[in-house]
């Protein structure tokens, strides 16, 4: 059975970053990488974390009330997810490549002109999963911001049959967030195919900080 709408948003805004919060209390966190987001922030300030659609919900709670702009779908799913994001201390700025981008790029452009992070996950907001959409590359390019791979992973944990295979920590869970190296793009390479490219090389790095995570805990990443 399907919740209606208005009963759904309101859970998510009011139950889901209470639920987000005291699920977090529990959790044991330990950080790897810490010195590459150290050397973005010294080479700009803020910065563009990459993340997977999957590792949403922990990341979430980990970077709770530090303020950055996620980016959002315009999707139904999307405003559930805002309503809880948001909650916990977030911005947020509604479109993708597809819907609303136009006006999300000029939302995200005034936003990392404030100084603020961005958070973006390149294969939402439905998918391929753990496969790099060009725009985050694309808003990299403009922003000429570094952008921090990041992932983590939790045991004991629940991942959801979902397409993204959504990650849910278990209560006193242990867990391994990772920060990859930062990497600037070349804001004058302006060809299709090395926007593609450039693409490939985030999805690559992005997969290996999740390999590390999951490995930490003991996970074949799949």
Same mark, same amino acid.
């Given at each position: 059975?399907?919740?209606?709408?208005?009963?759904?948003?309101?859970?998510?805004?009011?139950?889901?970053?209470?639920?987000?919060?005291?699920?977090?209390?529990?959790?044991?966190?330990?950080?790897?990488?810490?010195?590459?987001?150290?050397?973005?922030?010294?080479?700009?300030?803020?910065?563009?974390?990459?993340?997977?659609?999957?590792?949403?919900?922990?990341?979430?709670?980990?970077?709770?009330?530090?303020?950055?702009?996620?980016?959002?779908?315009?999707?139904?799913?999307?405003?559930?997810?805002?309503?809880?994001?948001?909650?916990?201390?977030?911005?947020?700025?509604?479109?993708?490549?597809?819907?609303?981008?136009?006006?999300?790029? #000029? !939302? /995200?452009? %005034?936003?990392?002109?404030?100084?603020?992070?961005? +958070?973006?996950?390149?294969? $939402?907001? =439905?998918?391929?999963?753990?496969?790099?959409?060009?725009?985050?590359?694309?808003?990299?390019?403009?922003?000429?911001?570094?952008?921090?791979?990041?992932?983590?992973?939790?045991?004991?944990?629940?991942?959801?049959?979902?397409?993204?295979?959504?990650?849910?920590?278990?209560?006193?869970?242990?867990?391994?967030?990772?920060?990859?190296?930062?990497?600037?793009?070349?804001?004058?390479?302006?060809?299709?195919?090395?926007?593609?490219?450039?693409? #490939? !090389? /985030?999805? %690559?790095?992005?997969?290996?900080?999740?390999?590390? +995570?999951?490995?930490?805990? $003991?996970? =074949?990443?799949?």
């Amino acid at each position: 059975m399907r919740l209606n709408r208005s009963v759904a948003t309101w859970i998510s805004e009011n139950v889901g970053p209470l639920f987000i919060r005291a699920m977090g209390v529990t959790l044991r966190t330990r950080r790897n990488g810490l010195e590459n987001l150290a050397r973005a922030r010294q080479e700009s300030g803020n910065v563009i974390y990459a993340f997977w659609h999957g590792r949403l919900l922990p990341l979430s709670y980990l970077h709770r009330d530090e303020g950055a702009n996620v980016l959002v779908s315009t999707h139904q799913d999307g405003e559930y997810i805002t309503r809880v994001i948001q909650g916990l201390g977030f911005e947020t700025s509604r479109g993708s490549s597809t819907r609303g981008g136009t006006a999300a790029l #000029r !939302d /995200l452009i %005034a936003t990392a002109a404030r100084g603020v992070d961005i +958070a973006i996950t390149p294969d $939402g907001p =439905r998918g391929p999963r753990e496969c790099c959409q060009p725009g985050i590359v694309f808003l990299a390019r403009k922003l000429g911001l570094p952008v921090v791979p990041v992932s983590v992973c939790f045991r004991p944990s629940v991942r959801l049959k979902s397409w993204d295979r959504f990650m849910i920590p278990l209560p006193f869970a242990r867990g391994v967030e990772v920060y990859g190296e930062p990497v600037t793009y070349d804001s004058t390479r302006r060809s299709k195919d090395s926007l593609m490219k450039d693409a #490939r !090389d /985030l999805e %690559a790095r992005l997969r290996a900080v999740t390999r590390e +995570a999951d490995s930490a805990c $003991g996970y =074949r990443t799949d």
